[in-house]
């Protein structure tokens, strides 16, 4: 979940002589986790704009509930002068640069192709399935949590739009036949590093706000997130940087525009333009931005603004 300059970090990374990053999570996590299965999956198939994986350090645990074996770290490469979007995005929206939105989205088509292509690690990649109830229930949870845990003004203005927030996730419901992929599952710019290579995206543990979800989902899910993560770069400028809340809405609607036709455009360069349905990507655009009012009223009322803002540019 992404939350901007307020991330509070849950796992604790050590740079090694500036050549490897080992990050060590806290707690240890049961296995199976998804960040080493995808590592090997993307090795693989030869993706290589990441932090290059080099091991996954375990241990094997004895408790009352029978052996079992935990991850402990993940060891990577270390990647120089790398920052992440909530540093390096932001200073875009409040210089007004574009030019990098293409990149990213080019670097997310990369990446579905990647996970849609077969590996020993996941043999059988793409699931030509329609989508199953859970979604549409769980979007319907994320509002109804949502419309719960705000209060206030904002809380007045949510509940207003309430039905057409509902409307917004409907055809999650309805959805045909659709093409299901390993999807990274957090993807948002701050997953996005600028380094002196260029971008790598990292963190492949899955959202830690959701539970119990099939890894397999629509690609539509991932570029939501990554989009909506554009429009909350827009909200921080506004409030971190006194960026002119007009010329920063005319940046995020620029961004995402250049972001999803690039996007679009390098599926349709691997053959596998199928992987986007459009019809879904609005509607995981909502659900994310209620997850972001959950975790806000939850964790981070400062954050609250941040997602409250990008609903109002889309529901005004």
């Keep these: 979940?992404?939350?901007?300059?307020?991330?509070?970090?849950?796992?604790?990374?050590?740079?090694?002589?500036?050549?490897?990053?080992?990050?060590?999570?806290?707690?240890?996590?049961?296995l199976p986790q998804p960040?080493?299965?995808?590592?090997?999956?993307?090795?693989?198939?030869?993706?290589?704009?990441?932090?290059?994986?080099?091991?996954?350090?375990?241990?094997?645990?004895?408790?009352?509930?029978?052996?079992?074996?935990?991850?402990?770290?993940?060891?990577?490469a270390y990647l120089p002068d790398?920052?992440?979007?909530?540093?390096?995005c932001v200073d875009e929206a409040a210089g007004g640069g574009t030019a990098f939105a293409a990149e990213l989205g080019t670097l997310a088509a990369d990446l579905h192709a990647?996970?849609?292509?077969?590996?020993?690690?996941?043999?059988?990649?793409?699931?030509?399935?329609?989508?199953?109830?859970?979604?549409?229930?769980?979007?319907?949870?994320?509002?109804?949590?949502?419309?719960?845990?705000?209060?206030?003004?904002?809380?007045?203005?949510?509940?207003?739009?309430?039905?057409?927030?509902?409307?917004?996730?409907?055809?999650?419901?309805?959805?045909?036949?659709?093409?299901?992929?390993?999807?990274?599952g957090d993807l948002h710019v701050g997953q996005i590093l600028r380094w002196r290579g260029g971008y790598a995206v990292i963190d492949f543990d899955g959202n830690p706000t959701v539970t119990g979800a099939d890894p397999f989902q629509p690609a539509?899910?991932?570029?939501?997130?990554?989009?909506?993560?554009?429009?909350?770069?827009a909200q921080v400028a506004i409030r971190r940087r006194g960026a002119d809340p007009a010329a920063a809405g005319a940046w995020a609607t620029a961004a995402r525009t250049a972001l999803?036709?690039?996007?679009?455009?390098?599926?349709?360069?691997?053959g596998r333009p199928d992987l986007l349905d459009d019809s879904l990507l609005r509607p995981f655009e909502i659900e994310q931005e209620c997850r972001e009012l959950v975790y806000a009223a939850r964790h981070l009322p400062r954050w609250r603004y941040a997602p409250m803002g990008v609903l109002r540019s889309w529901y005004g």
């Design 220 to 233: 539509a899910r991932d570029l939501a997130q990554l989009t909506t993560s554009v429009d909350h770069v």
């Design 82 to 88: 790398a920052s992440d979007g909530w540093e390096w």
């Design 1 to 30: 979940m992404e939350r901007g300059f307020d991330a509070d970090q849950t796992n604790h990374s050590v740079i090694v002589d500036e050549r490897v990053v080992v990050k060590w999570l806290t707690p240890p996590a049961p």
């Design 114 to 184: 990647a996970l849609a292509t077969p590996s020993s690690a996941v043999p059988g990649p793409v699931r030509h399935a329609p989508i199953s109830p859970e979604p549409h229930g769980r979007a319907l949870a994320a509002l109804e949590e949502a419309l719960a845990l705000t209060g206030g003004e904002d809380g007045d203005w949510l509940a207003a739009r309430a039905g057409a927030l509902r409307a917004g996730l409907a055809p999650l419901a309805g959805a045909g036949p659709t093409p299901l992929i390993r999807i990274h």
């Design 35 to 76: 960040a080493p299965e995808m590592f090997a999956h993307l090795t693989e198939v030869g993706f290589t704009a990441t932090a290059t994986p080099y091991a996954a350090v375990t241990r094997r645990e004895n408790g009352d509930g029978g052996d079992g074996e935990v991850l402990l770290a993940l060891v990577t």
């Design 260 to 270: 999803e036709a690039a996007y679009r455009a390098r599926l349709a360069e691997h």
